[in-house]
């Protein structure tokens, strides 16, 4: 509970919770049990880029758990963070200026059950957390997870379970993926510096260990290049948000191949996000549960096709994941996300650098036309908290130190969701 509360818990409520809590992980499981290898359903209503604004249902209760003392960044308005990258979780409309989504439809929900105006606020995914404390901000909603680092600093509304989809082409040989071996000697395509990324990298190197072949990771700055690689039998499979997996696999050119928790092996929650202690969390765990009692939020997961993330009840800061990074260090803004620190090269790479090492590089990354492929050799990462990006041998000269000839120019950043 947040400390302005104050409010003493009853043994009655205790016991719910508790019942809640230990219920999230058999739910979670159970679904990764019965729709492992089935693809998500095609006939699914969808809402596009173009879909209409829901309604939330009132909620006077909820209003009235606002602390008094809390001074939103806009009176009256709830304004919320989000990054729109890729539907179905938020990106920009046809006019290229509204923001559509699961995320955009659930804040929403959440403002029109506060009984406020809602006013969404485009942003990069490392710029969240320093935005949220600065005061930005009211909220974020941009599917983050809930981890133990991260709730020494934020307090969370559960509104989604974090499931990761495997899929692989329609026509393609593999049929199920279900155990780390399964993905012994895949070109696997996923994204840098997320969960997902670190269970791949547990799951290989248990394999091995075991004899098995290595995992080809391969990385993209485009997500959409990352699923043409797949669709083309570039790569075998695609490790992401079962989300956005799902979403795309609506024109039936991908199919799913296997279901896993976000915290693989634990459980794992996507939830609303605000400051530590500012007393807005409860207000908005009892606006999200009663748009799960009318109706609308069902109604904003289907539309969206994400319906087998539903939670039956928010939780106000749900037990978060662990740390999932082999080194047993977090990022450097551990209550956050990645963001890689570069510098700017030739031939439009960057050298990434180690952010528990300042000053020390790494390796090379190369954008989405030079797409990164392989595992790590000696002209690969091979340190840090990118190890096994290899490189590009057609901009590479084979033999050569990948960063010493591109270790010049100025710096940047690139975002890692």
Same mark, same amino acid.
């Given at each position: 509970?947040?400390? =302005?509360?104050?409010?003493?818990?009853? +043994? &009655?409520?205790?016991? $719910?919770?508790?019942?809640?809590?230990?219920?999230?992980?058999?739910?979670?499981?159970?679904?990764?049990?019965? &729709?492992?290898?089935?693809?998500?359903?095609?006939?699914?209503?969808?809402?596009?880029?173009?879909? =209409?604004?829901?309604?939330?249902?009132?909620?006077?209760?909820?209003?009235?758990?606002?602390?008094?003392?809390?001074?939103?960044?806009?009176?009256?308005?709830?304004?919320? !963070?989000?990054?729109?990258?890729?539907?179905?979780?938020?990106?920009?409309?046809?006019?290229?200026?509204?923001?559509?989504?699961?995320?955009?439809?659930?804040?929403?929900?959440?403002?029109?059950?506060?009984?406020?105006?809602?006013?969404?606020?485009?942003? !990069?995914?490392?710029?969240?957390?320093?935005?949220?404390?600065?005061?930005? /901000?009211?909220?974020?909603?941009?599917?983050?997870?809930?981890?133990?680092?991260?709730?020494?600093?934020?307090?969370?509304?559960?509104?989604?379970?974090?499931?990761? *989809?495997?899929?692989?082409?329609?026509?393609?040989?593999?049929?199920?993926?279900?155990?780390?071996?399964?993905?012994?000697?895949?070109?696997?395509?996923?994204?840098?510096?997320?969960?997902?990324?670190?269970?791949?990298?547990?799951?290989?190197?248990?394999?091995?260990?075991?004899?098995?072949?290595? $995992?080809? /990771?391969?990385?993209?700055?485009? #997500?959409?290049? *990352?699923?043409?690689?797949?669709? +083309?039998?570039? #790569?075998?499979?695609?490790?992401?948000?079962?989300?956005?997996?799902? /979403?795309?696999?609506?024109?039936?050119?991908?199919?799913? $191949?296997?279901?896993?928790? *976000?915290?693989?092996?634990?459980?794992?929650?996507?939830?609303?996000?605000?400051?530590?202690?500012?007393?807005?969390?409860? =207000?908005? +765990?009892?606006?999200?549960?009663?748009?799960?009692?009318? &109706?609308? /939020?069902?109604?904003?997961?289907?539309?969206?096709?994400?319906?087998?993330?539903?939670?039956?009840?928010?939780?106000?800061?749900?037990?978060?994941?662990?740390?999932?990074?082999?080194?047993?260090?977090?990022?450097?803004?551990?209550?956050?996300?990645?963001?890689?620190?570069?510098?700017?090269?030739?031939?439009?790479?960057?050298?990434?650098?180690?952010?528990?090492?300042? *000053?020390?590089?790494?390796?090379?990354?190369?954008?989405?036309?030079?797409?990164?492929?392989?595992?790590?050799?000696?002209?690969?990462?091979?340190?840090?908290?990118?190890? &096994?990006?290899?490189?590009?041998?057609?901009?590479?000269?084979?033999?050569?130190?990948?960063?010493?000839?591109?270790?010049?120019?100025? +710096?940047?950043?690139?975002?890692?969701?």
């Amino acid at each position: 509970m947040n400390a =302005p509360h104050k409010r003493r818990v009853s +043994t &009655g409520s205790a016991l $719910v919770a508790a019942v809640l809590v230990i219920g999230v992980a058999g739910i979670v499981y159970s679904r990764v049990e019965q &729709g492992s290898d089935a693809a998500p359903a095609a006939r699914a209503t969808l809402a596009g880029d173009a879909a =209409p604004a829901l309604n939330g249902t009132p909620d006077p209760k909820a209003a009235a758990l606002i602390p008094a003392g809390f001074t939103f960044v806009t009176p009256g308005t709830l304004t919320v !963070a989000t990054h729109p990258a890729q539907l179905p979780l938020a990106d920009y409309g046809a006019d290229n200026k509204q923001i559509v989504g699961v995320e955009p439809d659930i804040a929403r929900l959440i403002a029109d059950g506060l009984g406020l105006k809602l006013v969404l606020v485009p942003v !990069a995914w490392p710029d969240w957390p320093l935005g949220l404390q600065s005061g930005k /901000y009211d909220a974020v909603i941009s599917n983050i997870t809930v981890t133990e680092a991260r709730k020494q600093k934020f307090d969370f509304s559960s509104y989604r379970y974090d499931l990761l *989809g495997i899929y692989t082409r329609t026509d393609g040989p593999i049929q199920k993926i279900t155990t780390p071996a399964d993905v012994a000697g895949l070109k696997v395509v996923v994204g840098a510096s997320t969960n997902q990324d670190q269970i791949l990298r547990a799951w290989d190197q248990q394999n091995i260990a075991a004899g098995l072949k290595p $995992v080809e /990771y391969q990385y993209f700055d485009d #997500a959409v290049v *990352g699923r043409l690689a797949v669709i +083309t039998g570039r #790569a075998d499979v695609s490790f992401e948000p079962n989300a956005t997996g799902a /979403y795309s696999a609506r024109d039936g050119k991908v199919r799913r $191949v296997g279901l896993f928790p *976000g915290g693989w092996p634990d459980a794992a929650a996507i939830s609303v996000t605000t400051r530590k202690g500012s007393g807005l969390a409860e =207000p908005i +765990t009892q606006a999200l549960n009663t748009q799960i009692a009318s &109706g609308t /939020y069902a109604q904003a997961l289907k539309r969206w096709n994400v319906s087998e993330e539903a939670v039956a009840q928010s939780q106000t800061n749900p037990p978060g994941l662990p740390n999932l990074y082999a080194s047993g260090r977090q990022p450097d803004d551990a209550l956050g996300p990645v963001a890689t620190t570069v510098e700017k090269g030739g031939h439009g790479t960057e050298t990434l650098l180690d952010r528990h090492a300042p *000053g020390k590089r790494v390796g090379v990354h190369l954008p989405v036309a030079e797409h990164v492929v392989g595992r790590s050799d000696a002209r690969g990462i091979t340190a840090g908290p990118h190890a &096994g990006i290899a490189f590009n041998r057609d901009v590479h000269q084979p033999g050569m130190d990948a960063v010493a000839q591109h270790a010049q120019g100025g +710096t940047g950043r690139r975002s890692r969701p």
